[in-house]
């Protein structure tokens, strides 16, 4: 829901993730990662508009359901 809520956006496939960029209102983009297989998502790149982009490393958190949902179900590109 707070991917939908937000506007995300699916970028596309690696390694078994799948990325999903939001746009937040002040310009800053934030990259989320879903293991889809696992139900589990994390917070993985936060770029402000203008400063330098944080690359993140926490621990996947629980995403029950989420393999069921659009997220996971709609075909997206494999990243290379």
């Known amino acids: 829901m707070l991917l939908q809520a937000a506007g995300g956006q699916p970028?596309?496939?690696?390694d078994?993730?799948?990325?999903?960029?939001i746009n937040a209102t002040?310009?800053?983009?934030?990259?989320?990662?879903?293991n889809c297989e696992q139900e589990l998502w994390r917070v993985a790149r936060i770029e402000p508009r203008t400063g330098r982009a944080?690359?993140?490393?926490?621990?996947?958190?629980?995403?029950?359901?989420?393999g069921r949902s659009?997220?996971?179900?709609?075909?997206?590109?494999?990243?290379?």
């Open 26 to 34: 002040d310009g800053t983009r934030i990259t989320v990662t879903i």
């Open 11 to 14: 970028m596309g496939l690696y």
């Open 16 to 21: 078994g993730v799948r990325f999903v960029r």
């Open 54 to 66: 944080d690359f993140r490393d926490d621990r996947f958190q629980s995403a029950t359901g989420i």
């Open 70 to 80: 659009r997220w996971c179900t709609t075909p997206v590109r494999t990243m290379e």
